[in-house]
């Protein structure tokens, strides 16, 4: 009901208690019960409810109080005022309830962007606070790079000076002379050692002595059997060109 107010209308239906509906909500209540569906007042009489015309042509408006007493039509027309009046008094108070609520409305979210605005702002003077602080510990660490940037440059200029000085050091050090001497006693010490393990001889058996003395395949062969036949007699010393001729072993030249 009354889902088409504040629209432009044709006709209206209009009770005697001055209540005002639309042609739909009044064709749709009063088919149902002649009570006023506002105040739920009972509108039996033939004049409670009347159906009019808002653009009335110019012919009703000449012959619609036509004929009637001057305080009749003063009557009429006091009557129609007072419902203009009432009317208009329930705009304004309409207007004014819907103006309450949005000024209710508008004071909420006032107050909501107030608290929005001052956690913004307190947010805001935090951020501030922060890149103030971050600021001074960036230029500290920039201050504090360029000091260790200097110490590593000043190390590695005392560390190029210290090889320049090893690398002259070194070069003065090892000249042609203490080079040509140290590969003298190298070479006599390999001399020396090769000399020791020519004269160091193995006196355990002959096989030894034959094994380097004799290097064909025979010899390899018969290194057995001259093992087995040869007899040590050191009371004898062998002379070159003779034979020696023992108990225990056959004909050999000594040499």
């Known amino acids: 009901m009354m889902s088409h107010i504040r629209i432009k209308i044709e006709q209206t239906h209009i009770t005697h208690i001055s209540d005002i509906f639309c042609e739909e909500d009044g064709a749709r209540e009063f088919s149902k019960a002649y009570t006023c569906p506002a105040c739920e007042s009972s509108l039996s009489g033939t004049f409670d409810i009347i159906r009019i015309d808002l653009h009335p042509s110019d012919q009703y408006k000449s012959m619609v109080l036509a004929g009637q007493k001057p305080e009749i039509i003063m009557e009429v027309c006091t009557r129609a005022l007072s419902f203009w009046t009432y009317q208009s008094h329930q705009e304004r108070i309409y207007q004014e309830y819907v ?16 608290e929005v605005i001052s956690r913004i702002q307190s ?3 935090s951020l501030k606070l922060q890149h103030t602080t971050t600021r001074k510990e960036m230029e500290t660490t920039k201050k504090k790079y360029s000091e260790v940037t200097e110490k590593l440059m000043e190390k ?6 210290l090889q320049a000085m090893y690398d002259a050091l070194r070069r003065k050090l090892i000249t042609p002379v203490t080079y040509e001497k140290e590969s003298n006693e190298r ?8 000399r020791r393990e020519h004269f ?3 006196l355990s058996s002959a096989d030894s002595i034959l094994r380097k003395s004799h290097t064909s395949p025979d010899a390899v062969i018969n290194d057995v059997s001259y093992a087995e036949n040869f007899v040590l007699e050191p009371n004898h010393t062998p002379i070159a060109g003779v034979f020696h001729t023992g108990k225990n072993q056959k004909g050999k030249l000594i040499k």
């Open 156 to 161: 590695s200029r005392q560390c190029q000076k």
């Open 187 to 194: 070479l006599d010490n390999n001399n020396n050692g090769l």
């Open 99 to 114: 103006a309450s609520k949005v000024k209710e409305k508008a004071s909420q979210l006032e107050k909501y962007y107030e």
């Open 123 to 125: 947010e805001l003077n």
């Open 200 to 202: 160091i001889l193995p």
